[in-house]
């Protein structure tokens, strides 16, 4: 069985200025590495009203079992359609928590 990657990254909210795919690596005020550990898990939130709300059930549903939740990004969003109409909306959301090791 595969270990789960884990993404390895400093301040979270970095993330928004850099390349998609690319590491960002901030050091501290006295220019050391902080050392924190992030993983990144993948979920589908869904919604009879809306994708906010689908992703807002995905983030709150995991922080229900999940510690030390980070940022979510917002990765992809898709409706289910019943006999041509829209049943509901789904978001994919990457949401990053702080990783505590085994």
Do not use: C
């Amino acid at each position: 069985m595969a270990a789960d990657p884990l993404v390895l990254y400093i301040k979270p909210a970095a993330l928004s200025d850099t390349p998609k795919g690319h590491l960002s690596l901030q050091t501290t005020k006295e220019g050391k590495m902080a050392d924190s550990v992030y993983k990144v898990i993948q979920l589908v939130g869904s919604s009879p009203n809306s994708w906010e709300e689908a992703a807002k059930n995905a983030v709150e549903r995991a922080g229900k079992s999940l510690r030390d939740l980070r940022v979510a990004e917002v990765a992809k969003l898709d409706m289910k359609v019943e006999d041509g109409k829209v049943t509901a909306f789904r978001t994919r959301v990457n949401l990053s928590f702080k990783y505590a090791g085994e």
